[in-house]
């Protein structure tokens, strides 16, 4: 079964259509080879998967494969052969017309080696999410919540996906982390990773963590570093405003597929994760991951404060500042933390994402929208809400 993802074809068309280099980017298994064929039926395109070895011999010398091709050229994996960027920019330097390459890879642009080649001018970027409630539907959310957005996890029914998903930690873990060049044992990285799913939606405390594994803060950072690098975990950056008030300046740190968190947190079911202790935790992480792939966010911040006061993400929409707080409730209310943030933060509003049914004013600059609702128009509800404000 393939479900349409109508925002990342269209979001990858039209990067195909400006540049001459493409990079699309995102974890394992999130749909990426999918979404490429699908774009490149026409104009014929050419295709190398550098998992394949007898794709691996064909770019042997790649100068001489790559650079007589017309029509899309489709690299896949491209980040177990860095070196191919250097060619793709002369190439392109021969020829600029757009839609010449897409490059697919499953670690940050940073990690791929594309930064390192200097293609600016040359390349767009786009991450490819898991499935998001726009793609799914809004009354398969709450399945998308509990089984996570890669898609075999996602359209596989009960025990099934828990295994798939079992595999694919396991498979990540011991193979491709060591591919994407971190030589981290298999073992030390799952208790790791099983600790930040743990600290899911907290503030990172490297001095903690790092005693609990017996390692030193810049190991423990490292490992940080690795996960966020291969897309599997979120360093949400804090915004500092220029205030009085002592404000909170580590990240906070999230898995990325909530699917992927239930299963590190021993979660099976929709009846255990409505009862477990991370519950809340999860639902804003996937809240809030949802809300940053859908608009597209480059540079997503929450901002707290050391007496308290938080905001779980910043976002501009329209040219509105807009806070976002993300409240598993039915009965959301306008909390100090809110007046703080608005007032602090000077924000044009607050949009209050909550788990229940019915959209409605809270005040004046705050406006409650149920997840189901947001998830599938984010852009045009926050835009609404807040140029409806009436401050």
Do not use: C
């Not at 477990?276 to 935790?281: E, L």
Request: glycine share 8%; net charge neutral; hydrophobic share 45%.
């Amino acid at each position: 079964m393939l479900l349409s993802r109508p925002v990342d074809e269209s979001r990858l068309r039209d990067a195909l259509g400006r540049a001459p280099v493409v990079l699309l980017v995102g974890p394992r298994q999130a749909g990426k080879s999918t979404l490429a064929r699908l774009v490149g039926e026409r104009p014929p395109s050419h295709r190398f998967d550098l998992e394949d070895p007898r794709d691996a011999a064909r770019l042997a010398d790649p100068t001489l494969a790559l650079g007589s091709l017309r029509g899309l050229v489709v690299i896949d994996e491209a980040q177990r052969r860095p070196d191919l960027f250097a060619v793709l920019r002369v190439l392109v330097d021969e020829d600029r017309r757009p839609g010449r390459f897409l490059v697919l890879g499953s670690a940050s642009p940073d990690l791929s080696g594309l930064a390192a080649e200097s293609l600016a001018g040359r390349v767009a970027i786009v991450e490819l999410p898991g499935l998001r409630v726009v793609d799914v539907g809004a009354a398969r959310s709450d399945e998308l919540w509990l089984r996570g957005g890669l898609p075999p996890a996602f359209l596989a029914d009960g025990q099934a996906s828990e295994l798939w998903r079992d595999d694919y930690i396991a498979t990540f873990l011991e193979r491709d982390l060591a591919n994407l060049g971190f030589r981290i044992p298999a073992a030390t990285m799952r208790r790791f990773w099983t600790m930040i799913a743990h600290y899911h939606g907290q503030t990172w405390n490297g001095a903690e963590l790092g005693r609990a594994l017996g390692v030193s803060q810049t190991t423990i950072r490292r490992y940080l570093d690795a996960l966020t690098d291969a897309l599997v975990v979120r360093q949400l950056t804090p915004w500092h405003a220029n205030l009085s008030k002592r404000q909170v300046r580590a990240p906070k740190v999230y898995v990325r597929d909530s699917g992927l968190l239930h299963r590190l947190l021993g979660i099976a079911d929709a009846t255990s994760l409505h009862s477990h202790p991370k519950v809340g935790a999860s639902f804003e992480g996937f809240v809030i991951e949802q809300l940053i792939t859908l608009l597209d966010e480059r540079d997503p911040a929450f901002w707290a404060t050391h007496g308290g006061a938080e905001i779980d993400l910043l976002v501009s929409v329209g040219g509105r500042r807009v806070g976002v707080e993300v409240k598993r409730t039915d009965q959301p209310r306008v909390t100090p933390s809110i007046r703080s943030a608005l007032a602090d933060l000077a924000l044009d509003h607050v949009i209050v994402v909550h788990a229940g049914a019915v959209r409605f004013p809270l005040a004046a600059d705050v406006t409650a929208i149920p997840a189901r609702d947001l998830l599938v128009a984010a852009r045009e509800l926050i835009a609404a809400a807040a140029y409806n404000s009436t401050t």
